[in-house]
Structure formats: C-alpha cells, structure tokens
C-alpha cells in the first residue's frame, strides 16, 4: 500500500485535474512532503490553489493565494493575499454554508477534498477564472 503522502498527492491530482485545464499547473516543485504536513499547489497567473493535509488533525485544507510575476505572495503588505478557500467565499463572495462533502465521500481517506472540489465547481465557479480581479474586494 502506497504511504500516505503519496496517496494524498494522487488524489488531489485525480480530484483537481480539472484545475490543469482551466490553465493552473502542478508539478514536483509544487508538491511538498514534510513530517507533519504535505501540500499539493496549483498555480495560475494571478491565482494559485494550495490543499494541504495535516498529519496530526488529519484533516485536509484548501487556500487560496495571489500570484504575482509567478510567486506566491501571502503578505498583504507586498501586495499578496492568502487565506482558506472556505473563509474567502464566505468573506468575500457570500457563501453560506458548509464544505459540502458529497454523501458518498463521507469515508474517504481525504474526503474533505472532494467538498473543495464542489466549492470550486458548483458554488463559486468565477474563482475557477485566473485573475486579479478576484482580489478586489480584499484589497
């Protein structure tokens, strides 16, 4: 059986495959497997998508980043932005609501992905376009 770094980066790449043909890339020097945590980043032009899982909580995350000239800036005052998916689209965008984990998800060993992947899908699909725009409102 696979370790658990490498299942969670393959699923995150079989989940958000879909994020490679809207224009974001992934890629070795996007993945990250450290002792107490392991990230997958998809990085756009002015949008990146960062999900992470943590090892003690075992709990999965989403964040979303600013990119600029090709690097993600998460300090405001340089102009960057970072903050979990979930907390911007009920700051930003006015979503109510839950991570909506679909039913038949709900024992997956990363079954908190697949309610990121409906977030980005079927509730907020302007935040699938990769543009600066998106920071607006948090500017």
């Given amino acids: 059986m696979a370790e658990k770094n490498e299942r969670f980066v393959g699923c995150v790449t079989e989940v958000f495959g879909f994020l490679e043909d809207a224009g974001f890339k992934t890629g070795p020097h996007r993945i990250e497997c450290k002792q107490l945590y392991y990230t997958v980043t998809y990085c756009g032009k002015e ?19 600013r990119v600029v000239h090709g690097e993600i800036i998460t300090d405001r005052r340089n102009g960057g932005f970072w903050s979990s998916l ?54």
């Fill in 47 to 65: 949008v990146a998508y960062c999900f992470s899982f943590d090892v003690r909580e075992n709990y999965c995350e989403c964040y979303i980043a």
């Fill in 86 to 139: 979930y907390s911007f689209l009920v700051k930003q965008m006015g979503y109510r609501g839950k991570i909506p984990i679909p039913k038949e998800c709900e024992e997956l060993e990363f079954k908190e992905l697949y309610g990121y992947k409906k977030l980005l899908i079927d509730q907020q699909s302007e935040i699938l376009k990769d543009d600066s725009m998106l920071f607006c409102k948090v500017d």
